[in-house]
């Protein structure tokens, strides 16, 4: 897990201050990243990562988020009982329906 961090980290500056698309490049391998990153730390690499998945949140689609439903995927997986729907739908209200 600690060597995986360092990895998401560098997906996220890429997506943030590249962008030019990596969002959408990275969406399908940043699940299972994340995921086997969560699961294999420690209590300091989850405090890590929930705080990543909580600022991707907050980040509008031109300045790099990830798709809605990725993020909401994440979640989901985290929290089974997490409705992927209604995360997007609020994302979508709060920062409008990003480009395709």
Known sequence: ADCKLPIIYLMDSIMFNV?????RIFAQPIVSL???T?????DRVKASLNKLLANWAKRRPEHGALPF??????HRKLD????VDRFVREQE?????PAP
């Open 19 to 23: 962008r030019a698309g990596y969002p």
């Open 80 to 83: 089974p009982r997490f409705d």
């Open 93 to 97: 209200e709060r920062f409008g329906r």
């Open 69 to 74: 439903p990725v993020l909401g995927e994440i």
């Open 34 to 36: 994340f995921m086997d």
């Open 38 to 42: 969560f699961r294999s730390g420690d």
